[in-house]
């Protein structure tokens, strides 16, 4: 069955410093991947997608990496800040078809001053 | 710009009894719309999609049940609610798929429901 693997353990970083999380699938070669930031008690808000023909994709101080070969996709926030942290959740459509995701347990990220 | 609508908030119900929560979505149309379900400290469970009116697909065996009865609107219910159905539901919406996507999802804010 379909398996995405997210670091259970809460990630606790300084503030400054870069935050990577990692997220491994296994049994299926996703043509896209999509990473997600939850808030304690709403709901997930989308951040980024990187397709699997785009090693690496950026969006302001957030960098997605996207291996294939490895079945991987490292998470990055750059310059961290208190308000980044949250729980985040990688993502992937196993049908193909663009219409159902499956979400990983995802991380939670805490960046202390 | 497109809004999505859950409600209520919160919910607290006795075991055996009913269950209807609803979404709607704003500003779009022939959007896909799901159902999820998050328990504490777990990860998001999807308990129904839907590509169009009446169009429901499950996901997971269960008690629960789903309905579409107008485009932007998708109803999850239940006759009898069990303890295990506490948790933290989410609906969603993506665009209508486009020849294998991919597609975003928008999460409304949710409504945690706990069954005594």
């Known amino acids: 069955s379909q398996k995405i693997e997210q670091n259970s353990e809460a990630l606790n970083i300084q503030e400054g410093k870069t935050a990577t999380l990692t997220c491994n699938y296994t049994?299926?070669?996703?043509?896209?991947l999509q990473w997600y930031r939850q808030d304690p008690g709403r709901g997930p808000v989308f951040l980024l997608l990187i397709r699997e023909n785009e090693k690496e994709k950026r969006k302001e101080r957030l960098k997605v990496t996207f291996d294939t070969t490895l079945k991987q996709s490292l998470f990055h926030i750059t310059a961290s800040q208190p308000a980044d942290s949250a729980t985040y959740l990688c993502?992937?459509?196993?049908?193909?078809?663009?219409?159902?995701?499956?979400f990983g347990t995802g991380t939670q990220l805490k960046v202390e001053l | 710009s497109q809004t999505i609508h859950q409600w209520p908030a919160t919910l607290v119900q006795p075991v055996g009894s009913p269950l209807s929560l609803e979404c709607t979505v704003e500003g779009t149309s022939n959007p896909n719309l799901y159902w999820y379900r998050q328990a504490a400290g777990r990860g998001l469970q999807l308990l129904f999609y839907?590509?169009?009116?009446?169009?429901i697909s499950s996901e997971v065996p269960q008690n629960l049940s789903a309905s579409r009865p107008q485009d932007r609107q998708f109803i999850l219910s239940s006759k009898k609610l069990l303890l295990s159905d506490s948790g933290f539901y989410l609906c969603?919406?993506?665009?209508?798929?486009?020849?294998?996507?991919?597609?975003?999802?928008?999460f409304g804010p949710g409504t945690r429901l706990l069954v005594l």
């Open positions: 839907s590509i169009g009116i009446g169009q």
């Open positions: 993502a992937l459509d196993y049908t193909g078809g663009g219409n159902k995701l499956t």
């Open positions: 049994n299926y070669s996703p043509a896209y």
């Open positions: 969603a919406w993506s665009p209508e798929s486009r020849a294998g996507g991919p597609e975003t999802q928008y």
